[in-house]
């Protein structure tokens, strides 16, 4: 698996936007860029994923940099409950049976 | 959905004895994995299974520990003898597919103490 970049923590301000930024210059085309986060005592759980465009969901934006290089998940309004650490995985989409490769991820504080 | 059910949620028990984790997938997944998370070396996979078949299993530390998946809603990791370095918390997941982008979905996780 190409390998992936994050800052160790970050803090953020409860309502503010936050930007999770993960780097993985090696990526190749087919990979899947996912985000999973885990929260205190609990599995990880699923956030977002994407290919090549930007993505939203419920919970996040997925921004993707044009190169695949480098991509950011946004949470728009932190609460409390997004505490957590949030990881930045690749997964080949033409490598069947490869998988999630969970790396130290970010851990995020939200100060109220 | 219940989500991934694993049991049991807690287990203490002493240094040799035999240790046997569990886990029901989500109905309709197809794969199934098993990780393990310390403070020392974070997620690990341990092993996974498509169709309730090992696929690799490269992850396990060595052959103390065991899984097996006889059926599509049913796994088991056992730990036989157990040591304290296999402290951990241990965390099934299953995916509807072995597929790049395909969700997994976690368990709660086990938290095994060894002493």
């Known amino acids: 698996d190409a390998k992936t970049t994050q800052p160790n923590s970050m803090e953020s301000n409860e309502e503010e936007p936050v930007h999770l930024p993960c780097n993985h210059s090696?990526?190749?085309?087919?990979?899947?860029i996912h985000w999973y986060r885990q929260l205190p005592s609990q599995g990880p759980e699923y956030v977002i994923h994407?290919?090549?465009s930007n993505v939203n969901n419920r919970m996040a934006s997925l921004a993707i940099a044009e190169d695949r290089k480098s991509s950011t998940l946004i949470l728009h309004r932190a609460t409390l409950r997004d505490a957590a650490v949030y990881y930045c995985?690749?997964?080949?989409?033409?490598?069947?049976?490869?998988?999630?490769?969970f790396g130290p991820g970010t851990r995020l504080s939200v100060l109220p | 959905d219940a989500g991934v059910i694993q049991s049991p949620r807690h287990e203490v028990t002493e240094m040799g004895q035999e240790v046997t984790l569990r886990c029901k997938p989500i109905?309709?997944?197809?794969?199934l994995f098993w990780y393990r998370q310390t403070m020392m070396r974070g997620l690990e996979l341990l092993i996974y299974?498509?169709?309730?078949?090992?696929?690799?299993d490269s992850g396990m530390p060595e052959d103390r520990f065991s899984a097996k998946m006889p059926n599509a809603s049913f796994s088991t990791l056992k730990i036989q003898p157990s040591e304290p370095r296999d402290s951990a918390v241990y965390f099934c997941?299953?995916?509807?597919?072995?597929?790049?982008?395909?969700?997994?979905?976690f368990g709660p996780g086990t938290r095994l103490l060894v002493l």
């Open positions: 109905s309709g997944h197809n794969s």
């Open positions: 995985i690749l997964r080949d989409g033409n490598n069947y049976g490869q998988n999630f490769v």
């Open positions: 090696t990526i190749s085309g087919t990979d899947y």
């Open positions: 994407g290919l090549t």
């Open positions: 997941a299953s995916s509807r597919r072995d597929r790049a982008r395909e969700t997994q979905y």
């Open positions: 299974f498509n169709n309730n078949v090992p696929i690799d």
